[in-house]
């Protein structure tokens, strides 16, 4: 059972580079989120979709885009890379809002040098 | 803005010593939810309480939902090693899923 699976582990950038950190989840769940976690800031919402073609800012947006183009896939796209986006990264899923269970990959570990 | 806040930020305690943490908000929740992240690891969830005044027991580890539906407490009781981890709350808006930001946890043998 796969889950929730992130790609790449790991990533250095360099200032001004662009990247797309990858999430893709098996459990036919409407809703993804993007995270990033910070020492001390907790989890921090980027980006959220109800739904393939529907997605919303959360917390945190600036610097970052966002498609929903099919259920399994939720792409995260940083722009012009800076290194006050040195964090760890994690998607989540759930099935629905509220009360339901969020299911989470096993984070981005990303450095802007 | 709906934000909350965790309580202590830290907490370093010895085997079989009991403690609670604390998240509240000024903001009512239609739920709430505590979540415990491992290094390395995604949060994996513990526990969804959902109704004012709610009290829900895992083990050794009680969770309350306050009357107002606007904090939560998580009481661990003979805390052990493998307790050790940073414990999140996190609180569902419309279609948003909110996080505080942790008790960090650490047991000593």
């Known amino acids: 059972n796969a889950g929730v699976t992130q790609t790449p582990k790991f990533q250095v950038l360099k200032t001004g580079q662009s990247m797309t950190l990858q999430c893709a989840q098996d459990?036919?769940?409407?809703?993804m989120s993007w995270y990033r976690q910070d020492p001390g800031m907790g989890l921090r919402l980027i980006h959220y979709?109800?739904?393939?073609?529907?997605?919303d800012q959360g917390e945190v947006p600036n610097g970052y885009n966002v498609s929903r183009s099919t259920t399994e896939d939720f792409p995260l796209r940083l722009l012009s890379a800076a290194p006050s986006q040195t964090s760890v990264y994690f998607c989540?899923?759930?099935?629905?809002?509220?009360?339901?269970?969020?299911?989470f990959g096993q984070g981005t570990r990303l450095t802007v040098v | 803005t709906q934000l909350l806040e965790q309580s202590p930020q830290f907490l370093s305690i010895q085997e079989g010593e009991n403690l609670t943490v604390y998240c509240n908000s000024s903001?009512?929740?239609?739920?709430l939810q505590w979540y415990r992240q491992e290094p390395g690891e995604g949060p994996v969830l513990l526990v969804t309480?959902?109704?004012?005044?709610e009290v829900k027991k895992l083990k050794r580890l009680t969770f309350q939902f306050g009357d107002a539906r606007k904090d939560s407490s998580l009481h661990i009781t003979a805390a052990q090693p493998g307790d050790t981890g940073l414990y999140l709350c996190?609180?569902?808006?419309?279609?948003?899923?909110?996080f505080g930001a942790g008790t960090r946890l650490a047991v000593h043998p």
């Open positions: 989540a899923s759930r099935a629905g809002s509220s009360n339901t269970e969020a299911f």
């Open positions: 459990m036919n769940h409407e809703y």
């Open positions: 979709s109800v739904g393939a073609g529907i997605t």
């Open positions: 903001s009512v929740f239609s739920s």
């Open positions: 309480v959902v109704t004012g005044g």
């Open positions: 996190a609180g569902g808006g419309y279609n948003k899923l909110i």
